[in-house]
T-cell receptor, first 114, second 110 residues
Framework: DAGVTQSPTHLIKTRGQQVTLRCSPK?????VSWYQQALGQGPQFIFQ???????QRGNFPDRFSGHQFPNYSSELNVNALLLGDSALYLC?????????????FGPGTRLTVT | DAKTTQPPSMDCAEGRAANLPCNHS???????VYWYRQIHSQGPQYIIH???NNETNEMASLIITEDRKSSTLILPHATLRDTAVYYC???????????FGTGTRLTVIP
């Protein structure tokens, strides 16, 4: 049973560029959430996707956008990268159809903006 | 969601029980207590959750006080692999996201 997978593992981008991160949920899960974790801090909620729509959003600017595909996988896009966007980006999946809200996290993508 | 307060760090001897406290004095009746941990450079890992009764699974036990204003996560026999940051999170029923604080950094000492 594959867990949550994310790609790429590491990424280096230049300020002003755009980046796309990918996530495949745990088998049987239908909901994907994205979190940003700065060094030394706890993860911060960016947004959640369910049935291919953004269901809830945290306090992040519109430069952060996402998408969920029919197979439940998801992408996180960040435009006009800032140095402050350097962080570990975590994807978490859950199965909300059955009311099982425990979120299972992937290993994350380490983004460095120079 | 109610705010939680945890000590920033704790040490525990290998083989002994690790007791991690969490204060959530403003918790509401429909809010659950969740515990996650994050081992260095990995994603957070779900440990256990509860509403008002004590809970136990293969990883840990969760003790919630009768007034629900605080809880304790117990790792019965800590190993070096339990060294991690432990997050206590209060989450209302049906909430879609988790609010992480800064957690407790547990170091298990040989």
């Amino acid at each position: 049973d594959a867990g949550v997978t994310q790609s790429p593992t590491h990424l280096i981008k230049t300020r002003g560029q755009q980046v796309t991160l990918r996530c495949s949920p745990k088998s049987g899960h239908d909901t994907v959430s994205w979190y940003q974790q700065a060094l030394g801090q706890g993860p911060q909620f960016i947004f959640q996707y369910y049935e291919e729509e953004e269901r809830q959003r945290g306090n992040f600017p519109d430069r952060f956008s996402g998408h969920q595909f029919p197979n439940y996988s998801s992408e996180l896009n960040v435009n006009a990268l800032l140095l402050g966007d350097s962080a570990l980006y975590l994807c978490a999946s859950s199965q909300d159809r059955t009311g099982t809200y425990e979120q299972y996290f992937g290993p994350g993508t380490r983004l460095t903006v120079t | 969601d109610a705010k939680t307060t945890q000590p920033p760090s704790m040490d525990c001897a290998e083989g002994r029980a690790a007791n991690l406290p969490c204060n959530h004095s403003t918790i509401s009746g429909n809010e659950y207590v969740y515990w996650y941990r994050q081992i260095h450079s990995q994603g957070p890992q779900y440990i256990i959750h509860g509403l008002k009764n004590n809970e136990t699974n293969e990883m840990a036990s969760l003790i919630i006080t009768e007034d629900r204003k605080s809880s304790t996560l117990i790792l019965p026999h800590a190993t070096l692999r339990d060294t991690a940051v432990y997050y206590c999170i209060v989450r209302r029923t049906g909430a879609n996201n988790l609010f992480f604080g800064t957690g407790t950094r547990l170091t298990v000492i040989p």
